[in-house]
């Protein structure tokens, strides 16, 4: 039976920083990957937020119960810019960061150096 994911979150003190806990998809009884993580639940945010998630268990989780709806896109993506769409100059290196939420088939963004506006990333 499927777990219906409700939330995403941290488990520890709230109010305490902890570096070490894992940020897991959560239901209705704990974590989706299974795991019994110490202190008391930390929300981050409704839902699942696969970016947000660092357990891999609960990510894996995820991705099969959308059936691939949702694709693993890397956080950052470095590359050289040709005919930018905001200025029509070259850039190079330049570093796009992942979209919080993607809409269609653009999931990386940034700023073009020439004038700050956004540039938007589709991976092929």
């Excluded at 039976?1 to 979150?9: D, E, N, P, R, V």
């Excluded at 930018?84 to 999931?107: D, E």
């Amino acid at each position: 039976m499927s777990k219906q994911i409700t939330s995403t979150g941290w488990y520890g003190v709230a109010g305490k920083e902890n570096r070490r806990a894992k940020v897991h998809m959560v239901s209705e009884g704990g974590p989706v990957c299974g795991a019994r993580p110490a202190g008391e639940y930390q929300w981050c945010s409704y839902g699942a937020n696969y970016q947000y998630t660092d357990c891999e268990l609960c990510r894996r989780y995820y991705v099969k119960q959308v059936a691939g709806e949702m694709p693993v896109v890397p956080k950052q993506v470095i590359t050289n810019v040709v005919n930018c769409a905001r200025c029509g100059g070259i850039h190079k290196t330049l570093s796009f960061r992942g979209l919080l939420r993607p809409q269609g088939q653009y999931t990386h963004w940034a700023p073009c150096p020439d004038n700050h506006q956004p540039i938007l990333l589709k991976i092929v």
